[in-house]
């Protein structure tokens, strides 16, 4: 069992920077990855990036490379994405995910409860 627990999620303005922290749990995870999704209000659910905790390998989905950046703690057992120039288009739940490798959500086993992410114009 993977236990993810996120936070960091908020109200911002439109420009404004947000660091979401996962922190994961459980079962070692050098076998698996790490990725962060986002799903808004009536529309799919949405890679955003994923890292390999062994090798700290990561992939980052088009629309957010640039802005996005996702990094991992070996010590505090935390994967981190932090997000930069945030616009209205980037309000969602945020949540984390244990397993893949891959884009698709159904690669991933374990999941967390999700963070709000709410961007003003």
């Known amino acids: 069992q993977v236990q993810l627990v996120e936070s960091g999620g908020g109200l911002v303005q439109a420009g404004d920077s947000l660091r979401l922290s996962c922190a994961v749990s459980g079962r070692p995870f050098t076998t698996y990855g790490v990725a962060w999704f986002r799903q808004a209000p009536g529309k799919e659910r949405d890679f955003l990036a994923g890292?390999?905790?062994?090798?700290?390998?990561?992939r980052y989905a088009d629309s957010v490379k640039g802005r996005f950046t996702i990094s991992r703690s070996n010590t505090k057992n935390t994967v981190y994405l932090q997000m930069n120039s945030l616009t209205p288009e980037d309000t969602a739940v945020y949540s984390c995910?244990?397993?893949?490798?891959?884009?698709?959500?159904?690669?991933?086993?374990?999941w967390g409860q999700g963070t709000q992410v709410t961007v003003s114009s």
């Open positions: 890292i390999n905790w062994k090798g700290g390998q990561s």
């Open positions: 995910a244990a397993g893949g490798p891959g884009v698709a959500a159904s690669t991933y086993d374990y």
